[in-house]
């Protein structure tokens, strides 16, 4: 039998991780890429969108690529939250069990590398940000794009070939994997020819429009849905209604 490399080995253990997810919300199959950890794109982030960004070697001495992975959340959950008068419970759980998935995800790969001599290291999947300016010094959707698994939407999330509906991690580690070739294609339809406006449509108030994303006004609702639903599933500061649309499940393309 052949050996596996070391890049399926990895993408292996999180299929296998995800589909027996002990978690009542249900995924479809997970996306994993891979970036050099030397790529001109970890200071093309740091110089244009956030200066604090980590660059891989500050997470890891001697790292030689980030792994990246996308957990799309069913059908379900995205139609849930799509007809929703408020955030769906469903939507609110899958945030919430998702991070924990991500990090057992991490953990676990650390683990199996190690067993190969191979050392890595991660950052949590989420609260790692600043409550002021609300940029974290490590992207996961950032590393997700590097490692080539999707293109940007107007809504600033990371559209994948499975959508945009779900949850990023990534790990660095100091051996040496061929990076994931980016797309080249435009993902989002509005980016595109204009044709989508669905995600400012659906933001509930009005924080996102064709001229950015007010982040403090985002951060607001999600903090009204921490306050209905922390006491049912924990810390709940999400809303994803603008993931919801035509892009959720795959790029909203002509094809």
């Given at each position: 039998m052949e050996e596996l490399s070391l890049a399926d080995e990895i993408r292996a253990f999180v299929e296998t991780m995800v589909a027996g997810a002990q978690t009542r919300t249900r995924y479809r199959t997970p996306l994993v890429g891979f970036a050099a950890a030397d790529d001109?794109?970890?200071?093309?982030?740091?110089?244009?969108?956030?200066?604090?960004?980590?660059?891989?070697t500050d997470i890891l001495p001697g790292a030689q690529t980030v792994a990246a992975f996308f957990v799309p959340f069913s059908y379900r959950v995205v139609t849930e939250n799509r007809r929703h008068f408020y955030v769906s419970p469903e939507w609110v759980q899958a945030y919430v069990e998702t991070n924990a998935l991500l990090e057992d995800i991490c953990r676990g790969l650390e683990r199996l590398l190690a067993d190969k001599g191979i050392w890595a290291a991660h950052q949590a999947p989420t609260h790692n940000f600043d409550p002021t300016t609300l940029r974290a010094p490590w992207s996961h959707k950032s590393a997700a794009y590097v490692a080539g698994l999707g293109e940007w939407g107007l809504h600033h999330m990371l559209i994948t070939a499975r959508g945009c509906a779900g949850r990023f991690g990534s790990l660095v580690l100091d051996a040496v994997i061929p990076p994931t070739p980016r797309p080249n294609a435009m993902y989002c339809g509005f980016y595109r020819d204009g044709s989508c406006l669905e995600c400012v449509k659906r933001c509930p108030v009005g924080a996102l429009t064709v001229n950015g994303l007010d982040k403090q006004r985002c951060y607001r609702v999600c903090l009204e849905t921490d306050m209905v639903y922390r006491n049912q599933f924990g810390t709940s500061d999400v809303c994803g209604k603008c993931a919801t649309g035509p892009c959720a499940f795959r790029p909203n393309t002509d094809d």
């Amino acid at each position: 039998m052949e050996e596996l490399s070391l890049a399926d080995e990895i993408r292996a253990f999180v299929e296998t991780m995800v589909a027996g997810a002990q978690t009542r919300t249900r995924y479809r199959t997970p996306l994993v890429g891979f970036a050099a950890a030397d790529d001109p794109a970890w200071r093309v982030i740091r110089e244009r969108v956030n200066p604090d960004h980590l660059l891989p070697t500050d997470i890891l001495p001697g790292a030689q690529t980030v792994a990246a992975f996308f957990v799309p959340f069913s059908y379900r959950v995205v139609t849930e939250n799509r007809r929703h008068f408020y955030v769906s419970p469903e939507w609110v759980q899958a945030y919430v069990e998702t991070n924990a998935l991500l990090e057992d995800i991490c953990r676990g790969l650390e683990r199996l590398l190690a067993d190969k001599g191979i050392w890595a290291a991660h950052q949590a999947p989420t609260h790692n940000f600043d409550p002021t300016t609300l940029r974290a010094p490590w992207s996961h959707k950032s590393a997700a794009y590097v490692a080539g698994l999707g293109e940007w939407g107007l809504h600033h999330m990371l559209i994948t070939a499975r959508g945009c509906a779900g949850r990023f991690g990534s790990l660095v580690l100091d051996a040496v994997i061929p990076p994931t070739p980016r797309p080249n294609a435009m993902y989002c339809g509005f980016y595109r020819d204009g044709s989508c406006l669905e995600c400012v449509k659906r933001c509930p108030v009005g924080a996102l429009t064709v001229n950015g994303l007010d982040k403090q006004r985002c951060y607001r609702v999600c903090l009204e849905t921490d306050m209905v639903y922390r006491n049912q599933f924990g810390t709940s500061d999400v809303c994803g209604k603008c993931a919801t649309g035509p892009c959720a499940f795959r790029p909203n393309t002509d094809d």
